[in-house]
């Protein structure tokens, strides 16, 4: 029988960007009373979440937070997660759920080295607004059941599909990366900053909804419906292809799995 991720106590080892995404978020669902127990380390993110959410106190030390909680999330940085983890004393038994980017399970199962129940996953910053999906692996009913109140939880059961979806993550910057360039050339052309940046946005959102309001249409699809035979969006498409636009991404893609894979 699975345990209701609603009756567990919830620790956040590190306080960094995503734990402050994923309990703003939580604060938001049916999760808003389940007992959240955080690191002091980045206290000021600790701070502002307890001080927001009365469900959420902060801990003396990383060790406090596993002494007190029965699902533990390990948001370190991977540059620090052999020695912050190795310094812990896990319970057998103890759920675990790693954001730790870029790092096997059998790594942190060895830096563990106790009986523990272990999951992946990938939340992204929009899980405060309850949006975007968090990619699991491999399939966890309570991740699934608490990553579905965040937006969209996404489970695979391959190690390889995990890290492709890691890869896709890697996106957000370019996302806003083609933004930039986009914003440059028109003010290059003489468009005001503000108007430009504000049509922009607005552009993108529009986008973005359209592509959330058809799930199940592929993106040849959802290409065709934004851009006329012989029109300007196909022209833009096609140089940007012809141009090394399209090769460029897929080789900066190729890189990224490389990097996840060593």
């Known amino acids: 029988m699975e345990i209701d991720p609603k009756q567990m106590t919830m620790g956040f080892v590190g306080t960094g ?32 979440l307890a001080a927001a959410n009365r469900n959420v106190t902060i801990a003396v030390g990383n060790q406090d937070v596993l002494d007190r909680s029965d699902l533990v999330f390990l948001a370190v940085r991977p540059q620090i997660a052999e020695e912050v983890i190795r310094s812990l004393r896990f319970r057998p038994g103890h759920h675990v759920i790693s954001f730790v980017a870029a790092t096997p399970m059998d790594q942190l199962l060895a830096w563990i080295d106790q009986p523990v129940r272990l999951s992946l996953a990938i939340p992204l910053p929009f899980v405060a607004d309850l949006q ?12 699934h059941t608490l990553f579905s109140a965040l937006g969209t939880a996404i489970q695979v059961e391959d190690k390889q599909e995990f890290e492709l979806l890691a890869v896709a993550s890697c996106l957000m910057a370019t996302y806003f990366g083609i933004l930039d360039a986009t914003s440059t050339w028109l003010q290059s052309k003489g468009l005001s900053g503000t108007a430009g940046d504000a049509y922009l946005r ?61």
Do not use: M
Not at 18 to 42: M, N
Not at 132 to 142: C, H, L, N, S
């Open 17 to 48: 960007t995503i734990t402050e995404a994923v309990v703003t978020g939580l604060g938001k669902t049916a999760f808003r009373d389940t007992p959240i127990v955080l690191s002091p380390r980045s206290a000021g993110v600790a701070a502002r």
């Open 132 to 143: 975007g999906a968090t990619a699991i692996y491999p399939p966890d009913e309570v991740s």
């Open 202 to 262: 607005q552009l993108f959102s529009g986008l973005a909804h359209a592509a959330r309001s058809k799930p199940v249409a592929s993106f040849d699809e959802l290409i065709d419906e934004h851009s006329t035979k012989g029109g300007l969006n196909e022209q833009v498409l096609e140089d940007f292809r012809a141009f090394g636009g399209a090769a460029a991404l897929q080789k900066a893609l190729d890189r990224i799995l490389v990097r996840i894979r060593l």
